[in-house]
């Protein structure tokens, strides 16, 4: 028989948490994050790369890899796999955490977090105001880009390992994904 409490986590709790496990707090429930494989770091690696060079070449911001700590509310503390954070909003970077949300916020989906990633943080990340969420899925060889509208997120692009990747969020952004996969 399963027992419901009503626990909520916080940030002051996820504080407490040991710093040798990834752990993301979705809607107040603690979630332990599992260690990403080779693929996953790959493709990670690859896109990073590829983005930092674009954002540093224009001077648009700073991308970070996780494990990072985003606090977008006390109840709502994610590590997305990259994220983006523009120049002129770069007060909300701390020592720390990141206090809100990224403008663009990248998930690579693993069969351990496809569902929590695609529908949950899908969710979490248009409440709070993401400009922009691109979903990389590895089996298909596909990034889906989500640009923020009123009703949430709505879908502007949907490019395969063999095509280029355009950003409406960063203008003149081309990232060939036959080089991230």
């Known amino acids: 028989m399963k027992t419901v409490t009503n626990i909520k986590f916080t940030y002051q709790d996820y504080l407490l948490l040991p710093e040798d496990k990834r752990y993301e707090i979705i809607e107040g429930e603690l979630i332990m ?5 080779f693929t996953h770091q790959s493709i990670s690696g690859n896109l990073g790369f590829l983005l930092r060079r674009f954002i540093r070449e224009k001077k648009l911001g700073i991308i970070l890899n996780a494990p990072m700590d985003v606090v977008l509310s006390e109840e709502n503390v994610v590590q997305p796999d990259i994220l983006f954070i523009s120049k002129e ?13 990224p403008d663009l916020v990248i ?4 069969p351990n977090t496809k569902k929590k990633d695609s529908i949950l ?3 979490l990340y248009a409440k709070f105001g993401v400009k922009e ?5 590895p089996e298909k060889k ?3 880009v989500l640009t923020f509208k009123k009703e949430g997120f709505e879908r502007t692009g949907l490019y395969h390992q063999d095509e280029v990747l355009i950003s409406p969020l960063l203008p003149g952004l081309k990232i060939p994904l ?3 996969f």
Do not use: H, M, Y
Not at 90 to 99: H, L, V
Not at 107 to 110: F, N, T, V
């Open 142 to 144: 596909e990034i889906e």
């Open 33 to 37: 994050v599992p260690s990403p494989g």
């Open 89 to 101: 909003r770069a007060s909300i970077i701390t020592e720390k955490n990141i206090q809100g949300a």
């Open 121 to 123: 943080k899908r969710k």
């Open 107 to 110: 998930e690579i989906l693993s």
């Open 133 to 137: 969420f691109w979903l990389v899925d």
């Open 178 to 180: 036959r080089e991230v």
